[in-house]
């Protein structure tokens, strides 16, 4: 079967919605399929062009395809008698984050009528979806509660999981993945300022703008924390980006109502590590369960300091946590073979 990939692009930006591409494509090919991602450039800034882009998908022509797997707004638009949807999540300022003021919609008319523009249109490709899987119980939630549609849960499987070791910790937190406000890991630079002399904190990996970098580095040297906060901003080998959350004590991922896991959460279960979480971080709630799989707490750097301390000075209470992430983790019973089956069904 020959299967295509559609998701989103932004020049330089490679987060987890892309790894998820990737990997689906190779596991299609192992799976015996021929399997190819098309990545159609998006740009949501300004708000008053996200039309044109949705036409412009909805305008291709896609033949010598049996398949098409869609996974991001507006990649889902692309017509295909035989499209099955997985998606990561919906044009949020349209919704959720509409209603709170979070959007880059325009005030006043004109972002009243983007939003039902929006709205109309993804009711229209959801209706002519084959099926609707979603990242997490969040993304399905939220798709019934706005769009009235109903769809499975299919968490995705982690890649490379024989890189996730539970090696002896060095005795520091690790905060991984994409850095940008949404991820927060200001938060955590922030509570560093109140912990113990003990406890080291290394956040590592790309930012989204340099005003994202600019903001750790300079808050690491306002408040005196260069001893004791380790800043790796770039895209990590692989090799590393494990190296780090292997070694670490615990793995924090506090971003603000994400839809999934997360993969930083997901491998660092996989390692048996302790997960340090907040209470409006969204889905990775689904994995973190307090004094369970590690500490969910308030999103303020006075709550996290405590957690942060407690990581650090009860490493038999870490460990404990982190046999219980691994627990629920290897309890979903997710792989690449049955998800791949599921979404050709």
């Avoid at 930083?264 to 979480?277: D, G, N, R």
């Amino acid at each position: 079967m020959k299967v295509l990939i559609v998701n989103n692009m932004a020049p330089f930006v490679w987060g987890g919605a892309e790894e998820l591409a990737v990997n689906l494509q190779r596991n299609l090919v192992i799976n015996g399929h021929d399997a190819e991602v098309l990545r159609i450039p998006f740009q949501w800034e300004p708000a008053t062009r996200i039309p044109s882009q949705m036409l412009m998908v909805r305008a291709f022509e896609l033949s010598n395809v049996d398949h098409v797997i869609a996974l991001k707004f507006p990649a889902f638009y692309i017509r295909h008698s035989k499209k099955t949807l997985w998606l990561l999540h919906q044009y949020r300022q349209a919704y959720d984050l509409f209603d709170v003021g979070q959007t880059n919609l325009p005030p006043g008319e004109v972002g009243e009528e983007l939003k039902a523009l929006i709205r109309n249109a993804d009711n229209q490709t959801f209706a002519e979806s084959r099926h609707i899987f979603t990242n997490s119980e969040v993304t399905r939630q939220r798709l019934k509660k706005y769009n009235g549609f109903d769809a499975e849960v299919l968490l995705p499987p982690i890649n490379n999981p024989e890189l996730f070791l539970n090696n002896e910790s060095r005795g520091y937190i690790f905060a991984g993945g994409r850095v940008n406000s949404m991820k927060r890991q200001h938060l955590l630079v922030e509570a560093m300022r109140l912990t113990s002399q003990q406890v080291k904190l290394v956040v590592a990996g790309p930012p989204d703008s340099p005003a994202d970098a600019q903001l750790l580095e300079r808050t690491v040297h306002e408040c005196g924390l260069s001893d004791k906060v380790t800043l790796d901003l770039r895209f990590l080998p692989r090799e590393k980006y494990a190296e780090y959350l292997n070694h670490a004590a615990a793995v924090a991922y506090l971003p603000f109502d994400e839809d999934s896991l997360g993969y930083v959460a997901m491998e660092a279960a996989t390692a048996k590590k302790a997960l340090i979480t907040t209470t409006d971080s969204g889905g990775i709630l689904g994995l973190v369960k307090n004094q369970q799989s590690g500490w969910v707490t308030e999103p303020t750097p006075s709550a996290l300091a405590e957690v942060l301390n407690e990581a650090i000075a009860k490493p038999s209470v870490a460990r404990k946590y982190g046999v219980g992430a691994f627990d629920i983790w290897t309890g979903f019973g997710i792989t690449w073979p049955a998800t791949v089956e599921r979404l050709l069904r």
